[in-house]
Nanobody, 126 residues
Framework: QLVESGGGSVQAGGSLRLSCTAS????????FAWFRQSSGKEREVVAT???????DYAESVKGRFSITQDSAKNTLFLEMNSLKSEDTATYFC??????????????????????WGQGTQVTVSS
């Protein structure tokens, strides 16, 4: 089970930090990701992180977002800086088994992610 928190409203240029706590499984056996979905659009991958803490990012967030994890606390984070109005979306954390690398999981996207959180809303006003 994955539970996200930390969403909210912020002005453009601001920052937010999302958290996702995992339970009910062996954390280290999964690759994790953050996805987002805005109104009328398909869900898209934002960032991924694997067991070795390698990361990968969608081009639209590179240099602004940072994905990290605290394996001891079974918690995933997404630090979002220099937020833009186009970052407004519902953000989901997700987990994929099979020990995929961060690059693999970013490229493969939604089909390989088996476990999903309920989502947390991020609204960026300009």
């Amino acid at each position: 089970q994955l539970v996200e928190s930390g969403g909210g409203s912020v002005q453009a240029g601001g920052s937010l930090r999302l958290s996702c706590t995992a339970s009910g499984g062996t954390y280290s056996s999964y690759t994790f990701a953050w996805f987002r979905q805005s109104s009328g659009k398909e869900r898209e991958v934002v960032a991924t992180i694997d067991n070795d803490d390698w990361t990968d990012y969608a081009e639209s967030v590179k240099g602004r977002f940072s994905i990290t994890q605290d394996s001891a606390k079974n918690t995933l984070f997404l630090e979002m800086n220099s937020l833009k109005s186009e970052d407004t979306a519902t953000y989901f954390c997700a987990a994929a088994s099979g020990r995929l690398t961060a690059i693999q999981s970013l490229n493969l996207g939604m089909p390989v992610f088996e476990v999903w959180g309920q989502g947390t809303q991020v609204t960026v006003s300009s």
